[in-house]
């Protein structure tokens, strides 16, 4: 059972961890729940059905490892917890958030409204290095928000732009946005080192 003294109330809030693959988006969303256990805050963790590297969990690259609840679409998330009678207490875990619907920002909203203390962990950036659309309102309904960068494999710089490679060549524009991936597909890039064949030149 949660305490009810656990946090300051009244309560209800959204954090986002955002930044390129390999930026350590997971391990520091998962940094963060485990701190809960010292309180006894209970929480729970959703992905998206889309992520099929780990199945029913999220994993970190330095190894640590949580069950996580799929689902198909961000409204889910409210259903799973009316149909389970969870009450407001519960802190919500929210990891690679960029493959869920764009409702997810107006969902994190009302959960925070009803007191969730809502942590959504994600790519803000999509290969080409534009927004993704699902993130966009999360970021803007969000009390707080860590940009995390990697290291651009070219340079060493702060990177902030995931990279897709192609038999080892960037990615064309019109490459499909979503290609589930990991080191095989992906690598991280500063802003001057991160390429898109065929990209339409910003007017």
Partial sequence: MSKTNAFTTPKGWIEVICGPM???KSEELLRRLNRLKYA????LIFKPKTDTRNNK???SRDGREKSAITLKTSGEIIKYLHVHK???SLVIGIDEAQFFDKKLGAICELLASQG?????????????????ES???VLAYAE?????TAICTECGAPATRTQRLINGEPASYSSSLIN????????ARCRHHHFVKDKPPTK
């Avoid at 006894?40 to 929480?43: E, K, L």
């Avoid at 969730?116 to 993704?132: K, N």
């Avoid at 707080?144 to 995390?148: A, E, P, Y």
């Avoid at 589930?180 to 690598?187: N, P, S, V």
């Fill in 22 to 24: 390999f930026s350590g």
């Fill in 144 to 148: 707080k928000i860590t940009k995390l």
């Fill in 86 to 88: 969870f009450n407001n």
């Fill in 180 to 187: 589930i991936g990991d080191t095989e597909k992906y690598t």
């Fill in 40 to 43: 006894d805050v209970d929480f």
């Fill in 135 to 137: 993130m966009l309102s």
């Fill in 57 to 59: 969990t999220i994993k």
């Fill in 116 to 132: 969730h203390i809502v942590y959504v962990a994600g790519l803000d950036l999509d290969f080409r290095g534009e927004p993704f």
